[in-house]
T-cell receptor
Framework: SQQGEEDPQALSIQEGENATMNCSYKTSINNLQWYRQNSGRGLVHLILIRSNEREKHSGRLRVTLDTSKKSSSLLITASRAADTASYFCATDAARANKLTFGTGTQLKVEL | DGGITQSPKYLFRKEGQNVTLSCEQNLNHDAMYWYRQDPGQGLRLIYYSQIVNDFQKGDIAEGYSVSREKKESFPLTVTSAQKNPTAFYLC?????????????FGPGTRLTVL
């Protein structure tokens, strides 16, 4: 089973709105990463959060981690049409030194 | 420009044929990975390599083979033993084999079995 499960599977918002995606996992982790994938392309790393961190920011991105709930959220503020992509979380929960990717959230930002 | 390249972008093969997907990186990374992505699903690890002349099976290695004769190259062969090979294949690299390292991805190869 997937260690990372994103929620929702798909999200459609208007430009300028905020987008929130959630990731849940089953076992303890050391690190959690978020990646972005444009349609038919490779993944691009967005941000990494360690298990002893609760929140990180990078530009319009805000990531939170709640290890007690085994969940993370990715917030994109003031979304733009160019943010349209799939977003994946990846954890090291299942095996040391390697990442396990979730099923992703498809975000569509409409003009 | 530093980066990771995959070729070809699209690949078609007939059932029963082996096919090799190319992956090259000039990032001087030690670790390289191959993932498979099916529609609406996440990435599943096929094989990974920590260093030259070493590679390990991932979660779905059956029907696939790899080699790591050079640091910059990690080709994946999809053999006729792979029951359902039609998928999007992604190669990635990282500076070392550790889950806290960012992985850099190639643009992918879409394989279709006719």
């Amino acid at each position: 089973s997937q260690q990372g499960e994103e929620d929702p599977q798909a999200l459609s918002i208007q430009e300028g709105e905020n987008a929130t995606m959630n990731c849940s996992y089953k076992t303890s982790i050391n690190n959690l990463q978020w990646y972005r994938q444009n349609s038919g392309r490779g993944l691009v790393h967005l941000i990494l959060i360690r298990s002893n961190e609760r929140e990180k920011h990078s530009g319009r991105l805000r990531v939170t981690l709640d290890t007690s709930k085994k969940s993370s959220s990715l917030l994109i503020t003031a979304s733009r049409a160019a943010d349209t992509a799939s977003y994946f979380c990846a954890t090291d929960a299942a095996r040391a030194n390697k990442l396990t990717f979730g099923t992703g959230t498809q975000l569509k930002v409409e003009l | 420009d530093g980066g990771i390249t995959q070729s070809p972008k699209y690949l078609f093969r007939k059932e029963g044929q082996n096919v090799t997907l190319s992956c090259e990186q000039n990032l001087n990374h030690d670790a390289m990975y191959w993932y498979r992505q099916d529609p609406g699903q996440g990435l599943r690890l096929i094989y990974y390599s920590q260093i030259v002349n070493d590679f390990q099976k991932g979660d779905i290695a059956e029907g696939y083979s790899v080699s790591r004769e050079k640091k910059e190259s990690f080709p994946l062969t999809v053999t006729s033993a792979q029951k359902n090979p039609t998928a999007f294949y992604l190669c990635a690299s990282s500076i070392a084999l550790a889950a806290y390292n960012e992985q850099f991805f190639g643009p992918g190869t879409r394989l279709t079995v006719l």
